[in-house]
């Protein structure tokens, strides 16, 4: 199954998109995956959420649970941390970030800024896959627990989502809310990758026919930690 992502697999029949750069260094691209593709992102969510760590609902440093639930790949995430086990679930030693994913990573640079070489010295390590129900939101706030700046690759399963992108000094305007739809893939680095963003709401009954979530969002981003 994991050859679903090879070259010459990953983008043969995907529609004209209508690029679009929010920011400098921020591009929205409609449409990027296939149905195929997305069932197939949503089948590996089902498996990594089985464990070994579970999906949970990580607690803020306040004591509050965040409403999305993760499953964590390379390394594991809590606020505002990485970690090689899950020390805040069971103990246990997250997945391995497969090499396939870091090939749609590099592949999704090249397309977004419109450079075949964009992605030649991207290798990301960590991958957060979160869940949102009907319900659930994620405030803003910036990406910076990477020892580094290279560029975040975020990709869409099932309901849309209203996502708030902003700049990076505050959490408040200017920002752009931009709607997220199934197989929609967004980028963001260079200036723009320690902007604040968020999901203000999802969109219950959105997700198309055959994208294999009948209910709810799952989103997948991608990171270089710059750990050893």
């Known amino acids: 199954m994991d050859t679903l992502f090879s070259d010459d697999l990953l983008f043969d029949d995907r529609e004209p998109r209508r690029r679009q750069e929010i920011a400098p260094g921020a591009v929205h691209l409609p449409d990027w995956l296939n149905q195929k593709q997305q069932r197939f992102l949503a089948d590996q969510f089902r498996s990594w959420a089985a464990g070994p760590v579970p999906a949970r609902s990580a607690v803020l440093p306040g004591g509050h649970p965040m409403s999305v639930r993760t499953v964590c790949l390379g390394w594991h995430w809590q606020p505002y941390s990485y970690t090689r086990e899950a020390g805040d679930v069971n103990g246990e030693r997250v997945l391995e970030f497969p090499e396939w994913l870091a090939d749609v990573g590099r592949r999704a640079l090249a397309d977004a800024y419109r450079d075949p070489r964009a992605g030649d010295d991207y290798w990301p390590d960590a991958a957060l ?37 902003g700049n990076p000094q505050t959490r408040t305007k200017p920002y752009t809310d931009v709607r997220l739809d199934s197989g929609d893939l967004f980028v963001f680095g260079g200036p723009s990758r320690f902007a604040y963003h968020g999901v203000t709401r999802v969109l219950p009954g959105s997700a198309p026919a055959h994208c294999g979530l009948e209910r709810g969002r799952i989103n997948i981003t991608m990171r270089v930690t710059g750990l050893e």
């Open 129 to 165: 896959a979160n869940y949102y129900d009907a319900e659930a939101k994620m405030g803003m706030h910036q990406d910076r627990e990477e020892r580094g700046n290279q560029p975040v690759v975020s990709l869409s399963i099932g309901d849309s989502c209203i996502f708030r992108f």
